[in-house]
């Protein structure tokens, strides 16, 4: 079965002619970020990024800012086959990390009064609660806390098969909904923090129920545009890619440490809430300190309720809260060094935006490989995590 799952993969790369991501372009750096060529800990955290290229990771995008400034730069490739070297300018997709930004939208709503934590989802979406396993017994709170015990739709076989048969398909919410409806719970509402995609798509079929605007308009009107995120793209493979220095996206899909393939037209169900956001560090570094350092986005009256919420999941690496914001790296830093944010993997990239209050540090990591499936790049892309956060946390 192993191996007719990877002719499928391979046969289906070598077919995406049509790709609706374009080769990558070299970019022009963003012209309003500010960079400290001389920051006390661009050294130590350029040589990690070289050292982690050369085993193998295709390309990397580190950007801290703390009270010495700013500092940002790349190493590797963006665009392997076209010998494009990864700059700060390049986008790469962001996975989960999606899923704060909704999370944020999703608090101005509450803050306005058309979105309550304690509200059961049944009040907003009666029909689709009523085919979601305990429906009637769990709360808007517990789909950004991860605590519905709502089955992930982005671990089901049937869903992952159709997405490799067809690469660049524009997947609907509906669609996803029928292959999660009815299907058992991992845990009783409210038990336990399991991680499930379903919850921030659930999420944002809620948010356009109340505000009867899609949630991507939303997000675009009320964070991205507001931040001046001029180089971020919420996009749902609908059409073609709108920017052409997006990175390209790697994978060793025959997990056998040989060559990586580049699987950057395969979507993973993007725009529907858990992932579809596409950005640059420059970026990434604008909705981070607007959210946590200038309070322009969510009230700090908001923040305290989401940090006051914060509980430890299965396996003590992370935090979840009611806000889609986490509290990760738990098993690296001590507890006196909290680090709120999102870590994100796809299937083709992976990425990290944290904030770090004990030093006024914002980091924002970009990766053009995936981090879904389990190969050993995967153990170097979290090795490497680790091994950032070490040095920035200092």
């Not at 009040?123 to 991860?146: Q, R, V, W």
């Not at 981070?288 to 322009?296: G, I, P």
Request: with cysteine.
């Amino acid at each position: 079965m192993r191996n007719i799952l990877i002719l499928t993969f391979i046969l289906v790369i070598s077919s995406c002619k049509d790709s609706l991501i374009a080769p990558t372009v070299v970019c022009t750096e963003d012209a309003n970020i500010t960079v400290n060529s001389s920051h006390p800990k661009a050294a130590a955290l350029q040589a990690k990024m070289d050292e982690f290229i050369g085993k193998g990771i295709p390309g990397i995008t580190v950007l801290i800012a703390d009270d010495n400034g700013i500092w940002t730069n790349s190493a590797g490739y963006a665009d392997i086959e076209n010998d494009i070297k990864m700059q700060p300018c390049h986008l790469n997709k962001l996975g989960s990390i999606t899923k704060m930004m909704v999370g944020t939208l999703a608090w101005q709503l509450i803050q306005e009064g058309l979105l309550s934590i304690d509200e059961p989802i049944k009040t907003y979406i009666p029909d689709i609660a009523s085919e979601i396993t305990n429906g009637d017994k769990i709360t808007f709170g517990m789909l950004l806390n991860h605590t519905s015990g709502i089955y992930d739709v982005a671990g089901d076989l049937n869903f992952n098969l159709a997405v490799v048969n067809d690469f660049s398909y524009s997947w609907s919410s509906e669609e996803i909904l029928e292959l999660m409806t009815n299907k058992p719970a991992t845990d009783e509402p409210g038990a336990t923090v399991s991680y499930s995609n379903s919850n921030t798509m659930i999420e944002a079929l809620i948010i356009e129920a109340v505000t009867g605007k899609k949630h991507g308009e939303l997000l675009t009107e009320r964070i991205l545009k507001p931040l001046g995120m001029n180089s971020t793209v919420y996009y749902d493979y609908s059409d073609d890619f709108p920017m052409d220095r997006l990175a390209q996206g790697y994978l060793d899909f025959n997990n056998d440490g040989g060559q990586i393939q580049n699987i950057s037209a395969l979507n993973p169900g993007s725009g529907n809430g858990y992932t579809g956001v596409y950005s640059t560090v420059a970026d990434l570094y604008r909705f981070m300190k607007a959210l946590m350092v200038d309070k322009s986005l969510i009230t700090q009256e908001s923040l305290d309720t989401i940090f006051a919420s914060f509980r430890l999941a299965s396996g003590g690496t992370w935090m979840s809260s009611v806000g889609g914001i986490h509290n990760e790296f738990r098993t690296v830093l001590s507890e006196e060094k909290p680090s709120y944010g999102h870590g994100g993997g796809d299937i083709g990239y992976s990425a990290n935006l944290n904030y770090l209050p004990h030093n006024n540090t914002i980091f924002a990591g970009t990766y053009n490989y995936g981090t879904n499936l389990r190969t050993a790049l995967r153990e170097e892309i979290g090795n490497l995590q680790v091994e950032l956060m070490e040095i920035i946390a200092e």
